[in-house]
């Protein structure tokens, strides 16, 4: 009888309902499994989470028809879940499937409410699939991390469609009119700030006028609405801009390109969080912006702008401060300079280096500010990247030797440190690189063999203490054991090419030697990193300015042709002719030799008229003409071979 009453038990437990509570607990598993597929690193995994959010869905719908239970439904947050799986996927179509989900979810509420065809459900069939503030930002967000050309304007189009509906429910309000539709979906900060991202990314003064466009809306739309009326609708105040908005905004225009004017406005938009009266008051970050706004501007005045708001910031948060034993305010926390603050300000007068001889003296009285600012971080590589920017670019005769003794410190710190110390502050590249772009600028006699020796402690650092990263600032480039090591090698070929009016003759010779043996070395360490050497790759720049060196350090002749030629033979081989390669050989060699390597692409007419349009796509199928960071940039580029030694060397460097 036992055995017989057990499968009726099972049968009857089978059809027992789910609760409310069961379901609502389906739904949130349902989304906590979604969530963890758009949180992963692994991108295929992110990938499907749209797939699984709609199979969330369907299965609700399937349930809801099986049952008869309506509570099965999926409502607005799985329809969000689904929003934010497309958008986080990475997709191609991305932001525009998450658009036709809202779409979908609009279209949906609007029906039912206009043909109230759900009379069991009524308001609540309405309402479960009314997209809330939460699916227009996913939405919006979606368009702002998109690639697309026209995504900022896909953002701002959903967001002013928000606007508008605000504006006009607002208007029926104060008319004590009833809202078509019912309630509004306001806009809140986190939605507008997205669009003001969107623009922010554009990198354009056209992305900085419709980031200060939206700000201006917002404002409106707040003192439009009133506290009072935002709080009866039930959103608080969370349509008014924040700090980070305004924060956003100023950094749309630092990023514009639009030099000094782009500085000014920036510095308005502070301005105007600043004046008495004001509902939002500036932080940290909006300052931050500010000054990195001046030292992007490529204006004169851009170190002493950065300086005075660092004055400035410092001293709001010491006005602001309160009585000692009180309670501290986080407006006055808030203004508190922090590591990138000085930063900026340091960078800021790096960028001013050249023209403004006292710019690395004030450098270094910003540095030792942050150094002694008990409440900030102590300095990063950034910090110290920035500060051997400012003597680099100086033309200060002592330039070069402020510079080494700063690297050469950062190296006894960090070899003096254990690799687990998170205060340790490890050169990387763009350290040396900058150290030994300076002297390659310099006027120091010998100068070949002082940067030669600056490389030479880089290999013997990362043999000893650890790799010496592309960069330690975070970021993609943080790398160990990059090719953009090549950078300093680069650097060395060019202080030894920028060596030809050194008054001694030995120097000079001294200079030939010291770049033969760094461009061999840069060909060896390209193939492994045997024995914990350092490991880069030649480029084109390497090949252009080794022929420099031929040309300014070996006098004309066989030699000099034999050198060239061969230099020429290996560029062509490893696909790196570029159009800097094919100037210096024509300086290098003699016009016969030219003609013998070029005349089989110039088609038996000489190699005079040969352009690099005219090469074979193998002889220059690796060369990077433009951009490539910092490699084209720093010391051995084209750029450093026009500009010469920036001084005496001017004749010898840059003819």
Request: aromatic residues 4%; hydrophobic residues 35%; glycine residues 8%.
């Amino acid at each position: 009888e036992g055995a017989a009453a057990a499968p009726k038990k099972q049968k009857r437990a089978k059809k027992r309902p789910r609760t409310r509570r069961q379901i609502a607990q389906l739904r949130y598993v349902m989304i906590r499994d979604v969530e963890s597929m758009i949180r992963s690193s692994d991108p295929a995994v992110r990938a499907s989470a749209p797939s699984r959010a709609r199979e969330n869905i369907d299965r609700l719908e399937h349930l809801a028809r099986e049952t008869g239970d309506l509570s099965y439904r999926p409502d607005a947050s799985m329809y969000n879940s689904l929003v934010r799986a497309h958008a986080k996927s990475g997709g191609r179509n991305a932001a525009k499937r998450a658009e036709d989900v809202l779409d979908a979810m609009r279209e949906a509420s609007t029906s039912t409410a206009k043909a109230s065809a759900d009379a069991e459900e009524g308001e609540d069939g309405i309402a479960r699939m009314r997209p809330d503030a939460k699916t227009y930002t996913a939405v919006i967000d979606a368009w702002a991390r998109s690639k697309d050309r026209d995504a900022p304007v896909r953002a701002e189009r959903i967001l002013f469609r928000m606007m508008d509906e605000a504006e006009d429910a607002a208007r029926m309000a104060a008319a004590d009119l009833p809202v078509p539709g019912g309630e509004v979906v306001l806009p809140t900060s986190a939605t507008c700030d997205a669009v003001l991202n969107a623009w922010a990314r554009r990198n354009s003064r056209e992305g900085a006028e419709s980031a200060e466009r939206i700000l201006a809306r917002m404002e409106k739309l707040r003192d439009a609405r009133g506290e009072a009326d935002a709080e009866q609708q039930g959103s608080g105040a969370s349509i008014r801009p924040t700090a980070y908005s305004y924060a956003t905004v100023i950094s749309a225009w630092a990023r514009s390109r639009g030099g000094a004017e782009a500085a000014e406005k920036a510095e308005a938009v502070l301005t105007k969080m600043l004046a008495k009266g004001s509902a939002v008051r500036p932080n940290a970050v909006a300052f931050n912006a500010v000054i990195d706004a001046w030292s992007r501007s490529g204006d004169p005045r851009a170190g002493t702008k950065a300086v005075e708001l660092l004055d400035r910031m410092e001293g709001l948060r010491r006005k602001a401060a309160v009585p000692e034993g009180d309670a501290e305010d986080d407006d006055v926390e808030d203004l508190r300079p922090d590591v990138i603050t000085y930063n900026s300000v340091i960078n800021a007068l790096a960028a001013t280096a050249s023209s403004d001889p006292d710019a690395p003296r004030r450098a270094g009285e910003v540095f030792a500010r942050l150094e002694s600012d008990a409440g900030c971080p102590p300095p990063n590589v950034r910090s110290y990247n920035s500060l051997l920017k400012a003597w680099a670019k100086s033309r200060l005769p002592e330039s070069a030797v402020k510079a080494d003794e700063i690297l050469r410190g950062m190296i006894d710190e960090a070899a003096n440190k254990s690799g687990g110390d998170e205060s340790e502050v490890r050169p990387d590249v763009v350290s040396f690189s900058t150290a030994l772009d300076a002297w390659a600028k310099s006027d120091e006699s010998g100068k070949a063999t002082k940067a030669r020796s600056l490389l030479d402690a880089m290999v013997e650092f990362h043999r000893e203490a650890g790799p010496v990263k592309t960069s330690n600032e975070g970021g993609k480039g943080d790398r160990s054991n990059g090719e953009d090591a090549v950078s300093c090698y680069n650097a060395v070929l060019n202080a030894c090419a920028l060596s030809a009016n050194d008054p001694n003759p030995d120097e000079r010779k001294r200079a030939l030697e010291v770049s033969v043996s760094t461009f061999r070395a840069c060909r060896q360490s390209s193939s492994a990193a045997t024995g914990g050497g350092i490991r880069s790759r030649p480029d084109a720049v390497t090949y252009g300015t080794m022929l420099k060196c031929v040309s300014n350090l070996v006098p004309p002749g066989q030699t000099r042709d034999g050198m060239a030629s061969s230099l020429f033979g290996r560029c062509r081989d490893d696909g790196l002719v570029s159009t800097m390669v094919l100037g210096q050989l024509r300086r290098a060699a003699s016009p016969g030799a030219v003609d013998e390597l070029l005349s089989s692409a110039a088609g038996g007419s000489g190699g005079k008229a040969v352009d690099i349009s005219d090469l074979p796509k193998e002889w220059k199928k690796n060369a990077k003409e433009r951009g490539g960071g910092r490699r084209g940039a720093t010391g051995g580029s084209a750029a450093a071979g026009k500009r010469g030694g920036g001084g005496k060397n001017r004749k010898g460097g840059g003819r």
